[in-house]
């Protein structure tokens, strides 16, 4: 069984690499100059553009034909149930804003899940040219390069990520909950896309992250990557990450941001 999990595991993510690498080539290379909004979701703020239609067709095609019998959850409205116990979790362009204005920030996320758990991750940022992995009980990995988590700093230096929701009571929450907390910690950044932020702690490149109101999509396969570099995920204290609330951060910082964040009131508008 152990032998047959593995060769799954490492079908899965030779799958999730290609269609990850052909959206975000599509992504890249396809924008129009004259890109817009093609609709809205939440409020008026919260943009789809065609193109993030363009790359959910792209991936939902392909994985339906590499794996017909599997089950997707795509941000974009592609949802079916599949046969298979796999499912994919896919988000099209993760920082769709970003992807808008012109700004670097965004990323094609894929993650495929077995009985409900996320067993592969794939994060393609193509303006950074790079794409981060993880197979659960594997590590994570940047091309070649095993990703870790940064060593844990005292509170007061650490440097964490965090994003706002696109919901006015949401947003006036969450920034009162910056405003206590920025004065507490080394800095505190906004990158506007969750998948990018959760591999940055992979990275070493933020201490932790945090943000309230997220999708399934939007940190299925960035929290798989964290964990895979050691870092600690989950949401407020006892649950796992979910929309209420998504932690990571290395062992030492975790527990006491996600102290402070349950006292800040974070997992609530």
């Given at each position: ?5 593995n ?9 999730a ?5 052909r ?113 659960r ?45 920025l ?5 505190i ?17 933020l201490?932790?992250?945090?943000e ?58």
């Amino acid at each position: 069984m152990t032998d047959a999990l593995n060769a799954l595991k490492d079908e899965l993510l030779a799958v999730a690499l290609e269609a990850a690498d052909r959206a975000g080539a599509l992504l890249r290379d396809g924008r129009p100059a004259d890109l817009g909004v093609a609709a809205t979701k939440t409020s008026p703020i919260d943009v789809v553009t065609e193109m993030d239609i363009a790359a959910e067709k792209l991936i939902t095609g392909f994985l339906a034909e590499r794996r017909p019998h599997d089950g997707l959850l795509g941000e974009e409205g592609a949802s079916t149930e599949g046969t298979s116990g796999v499912r994919w979790v896919i988000d099209p362009i993760d920082g769709t804003v970003n992807y808008l204005y012109g700004l670097p920030s965004w990323a094609v996320s894929i993650a495929a899940e077995i009985d409900g758990e996320a067993v592969v991750g794939v994060v393609a940022a193509p303006m950074r040219g790079e794409t981060y992995r993880a197979v659960r009980g594997r590590g994570a990995f940047e091309g070649e390069r095993r990703l870790r988590c940064r060593p844990a700093p005292v509170f007061s230096q650490a440097l964490v990520g965090t994003g706002f929701g696109y919901l006015t009571a949401r947003r006036a929450a969450q920034a009162e909950v910056v405003r206590a907390l920025l004065p507490e910690v080394r800095d505190i950044r906004r990158g506007g896309s969750a998948a990018i932020d959760l591999c940055d702690v992979a990275c070493g490149r933020l201490d932790g992250y945090y943000e309230r109101g997220l999708n399934p999509w939007d940190y299925a396969a960035g929290a798989l990557i964290a964990h895979e570099s050691g870092a600690l995920t989950g949401g407020r204290p006892g649950a796992p990450a979910s929309g209420e609330l998504t932690i990571a951060a290395a062992t030492g910082l975790f527990e006491p941001l996600q102290a402070r964040l349950e006292e800040l009131g974070a997992w609530h508008d």
